[in-house]
């Protein structure tokens, strides 16, 4: 795990970069000529690169940030090319001694740009106590824009963000924190995700190892006390159940689905990145269905629907990677910089005129799809779960369909359910719920979910999965997702303390399981199929890590999955037509 964490146009554009403001509205239309697919082309490699210069800058609390500078050179003479450039920063934690920008940065450095890493405050060589990002990170990321755009040799006063993971997330704290007018022109947060306690740090309400991991990937500053930092104070309420195992006010600063007014207001263009094989499978998504409603001030959290207005201002590109696979791979090397050549070197790449600016591959048919909506439709199908494994269509009320028990330290049992097979092709295009009816024999009740497809000659491919614990089972009705006929697709639950409710023994409660978004051609023939289990199976997206209390309540129960007539466990599927889908024109990364 910690391997993967740590790998890691319509209108043109004006002339000036400082004053561009290219396509900022635009309604969908299927004539509209998507992103990046104008006559830019990347310049070729017409500059060398040079060693890496240290320049250490003082943050307002008086902490040194270590930063390793890259320049163009002359590749006659090595000697750093005359004239100003735009830069690029990274913002880097897993730095050793230095955080050499040179692998990222040359291929930016090689067309133009100075590339500059710097090694996040108590990492590396800085200074100060490391945290788990938030606003003194991001105001950290807005000194060093200032003293890039300012007071670094050879700088021509325009800056963009780079970077993938950690390095991505970063970007959007410091596009919050830069205020108006800001020298930040543009930000590429690649393999990042939205919204840290639902999509990382917690899954259905129950903690995970992943800050914890994290941690041990940052190699400590100087003046970092692993036992004091603010991350430690992160890492131990997670294991005890302290105040951050719960969605409270520390998680939701930390929100990038929040802080995106801010980054809209700044006008900051974004361009995100990620997997449907990544740690947080698309994460990026709810990144940019926030921006585009920021944008146009909608309900930050609502569904893009088809026909609302978006912008080219804020692209999402989702792949069917693993976590940071291609990211300087050439394609998408290629399509940053033409990124960065669209908003700080003011070149008419016709990038930021799209009217679909959300490019997601549709699996199984192996296609790139620009769209603007997300989910792109809001068909809906109902499967009931009925006894002997039935994944029905039509519901078929039944008293019972199976029993689960859960014990510590054993491999989860499952109960599986599996439809006929579809007549029509479809596309499932978006988030998912399994609505579970259940009675426990304890207080605490842990359900997981994994929906698949099974091919005809007996293949099995996972689509997607979630988890819930069953005191968190309460709903957001507001805050979730619907499709047509008022089926749930993405139910929300608010993970707070106070919104916990136990368990009651025996009695049949619901439970709304969301399962992660994909984006999935489904051949006819094959049929859909969900299994069930009471702890998570080996494949599941992410380890938890539940709390002594929660492993308590948990401990021995049996759960009784019910499907009666006023009590129907029910899949909700987003099942699209094929033909609404149609290939991109452009190549948005490799096909794996």
């Not at 067309?111 to 950290?140: H, K, L, M, N, P």
């Not at 992160?234 to 802080?259: C, F, K, P």
Request: charged share 15%; hydrophobic share 40%; with cysteine.
């Amino acid at each position: 795990m910690l391997a993967a964490l740590v790998a890691a146009g319509l209108t043109p554009v004006a002339a000036s970069a400082a004053s561009a403001q290219p396509g900022d509205t635009v309604r969908p239309s299927s004539a509209a000529r998507p992103s990046g697919s104008g006559s830019w082309q990347p310049e070729p490699a017409s500059y060398g690169v040079s060693t890496p210069v240290d320049i250490p800058v003082r943050m307002d609390d008086g902490v040194v940030i270590s930063t390793e500078v890259v320049y163009p050179t002359d590749p006659a003479t090595g000697a750093r090319a005359a004239g100003a450039f735009p830069v690029l920063l990274t913002q880097n934690p897993y730095g050793t001694a230095r955080s050499d920008p040179t692998a990222a940065g040359d291929y930016f450095v090689q067309r133009g740009y100075i590339y500059v890493a710097s090694a996040v405050r108590g990492t590396g060589a800085s200074g100060g106590q490391v945290s788990w990002f938030g606003q003194r990170q991001g105001e950290d990321g807005a000194e060093l824009v200032n003293w890039a755009a300012r007071s670094l040799a050879g700088s021509d006063g325009r800056v963009g963000l780079d970077g993938c993971s950690y390095l991505g997330v970063d970007q959007w704290f410091t596009a919050a924190a830069v205020g108006r007018d800001s020298a930040l022109k543009a930000i590429t947060p690649f393999c990042t995700d939205s919204n840290f306690y639902d999509d990382l740090t917690a899954d259905g309400g129950i903690p995970t190892p992943f800050v914890a991991g994290i941690a041990q990937g940052e190699p400590r500053g100087p003046q970092d006390n692993p036992a004091t930092d603010p991350q430690s104070v992160t890492i131990a309420q997670e294991a005890d159940g302290g105040a951050r195992s719960y969605d409270n006010s520390y998680w939701q600063s930390l929100d990038i689905q929040r802080l995106m007014p801010q980054i809209v207001a700044n006008g900051i263009p974004a361009l995100s990145e990620a997997g449907w094989n990544d740690l947080f499978p698309g994460g990026d998504l709810g990144d940019y269905v926030a921006a585009q409603n920021a944008y146009f001030h909608r309900p930050l959290t609502a569904p893009v629907t088809a026909g609302e207005p978006v912008t080219g201002r804020y692209q999402a590109i989702v792949g069917p990677w693993t976590h940071g696979e291609n990211v300087d791979g050439a394609v998408l090397e290629n399509i940053r910089l033409e990124w960065f050549d669209t908003w700080l070197k003011g070149e008419r790449t016709g990038m930021a005129g799209t009217s679909a600016p959300l490019h997601v591959f549709e699996n199984t048919a192996n296609q790139w799809v620009d769209t603007a909506a997300w989910p792109p439709s809001a068909a809906a199908s109902a499967y009931y779960l009925g006894a002997g494994g039935s994944l029905s269509a039509g519901h078929l009320a039944s008293d019972g369909t199976g029993q689960l028990s859960w014990a510590p330290a054993t491999a989860a049992n499952s109960l599986t359910y599996t439809s006929a097979p579809l007549t029509r092709d479809a596309v499932l295009d978006g988030p998912s719920d399994l609505t579970v009816y259940a009675s426990s024999t304890t207080t605490e009740v842990e359900l997981t979910a994994t929906l698949n497809v099974l091919s005809p000659s007996g293949a099995v491919v996972k689509q997607a999965d979630g988890v819930l614990l069953g005191s968190q089972r309460k709903l957001d009705q507001a805050q979730s997702w619907y499709g047509q006929g008022s089926v749930l697709l993405q139910p929300a639950h608010p993970f707070t303390a106070g919104s916990q409710q136990p368990v009651v023994p025996g009695l049949t409660t619901r439970y709304d399981i969301s399962l992660l978004a994909n984006f999935t051609l489904v051949p006819a023939g094959d049929r859909i199929q969900v299994v069930l289990t009471s702890q998570p199976p080996a494949n599941f997206h992410a380890p938890l890590t539940p709390t002594p209390q929660e492993l308590a309540n948990l401990a021995n129960g049996t759960y009784t999955i019910d499907s009666g007539a006023a009590t129907a466990s029910v899949l909700d599927l987003p099942l699209a037509s094929p033909g609404q889908f149609t290939a991109s024109p452009v190549n948005w990364g490799p096909s794996s």
